[in-house]
């Protein structure tokens, strides 16, 4: 059985940092792309970053780019977000993903497993 647990979402203020956590079991962590993805009230979901399954190419969303960076820890199957710079339009649940294709690309249809979610604020 997979699970993706995020973790380390809050409130912060403009122009302040947080890192996201998601843990992964029940899947063979190395063989698998991952990704961040975030959704805000009354919009869909959107691509943030992503390593490919080999985990040497990462890509970003442009409106990201430069303030965020995805990491991995493959000996503690986990992988994260830091986020920097963080503006009033970075609020929004944020997902973490997987999925079994080398490239799944930003199409959320694309990614296999889902974890619940936490939540991102940030005030003005």
């Known amino acids: 059985q997979v699970q993706l647990v995020e973790s380390g979402g809050g409130l912060v203020q403009t122009g302040g940092s947080l890192r996201l956590s998601c843990a992964a079991s029940?899947?063979?962590?190395?063989?698998?792309?991952m990704a961040w993805f975030r959704q805000a009230p009354g919009k869909e979901r959107e691509f943030v970053a992503a390593?490919?399954?080999?985990?040497?190419?990462?890509s970003y969303a442009d409106s990201v780019t430069g303030r965020f960076t995805i990491s991995r820890d493959n000996a503690k199957n986990t992988v994260y977000l830091q986020m920097n710079s963080l503006k009033p339009e970075d609020t929004a649940v944020y997902y973490c993903?997987?999925?079994?294709?080398?490239?799944?690309?930003?199409?959320?249809?694309?990614?296999?497993?889902w974890g619940q979610g936490t939540q991102v604020t940030v005030s003005s």
């Open positions: 993903a997987a999925s079994y294709i080398t490239v799944p690309g930003r199409d959320p249809a694309r990614w296999d497993y």
């Open positions: 390593f490919s399954r080999s985990g040497g190419t990462t």
């Open positions: 029940g899947l063979t962590f190395r063989s698998n792309a």
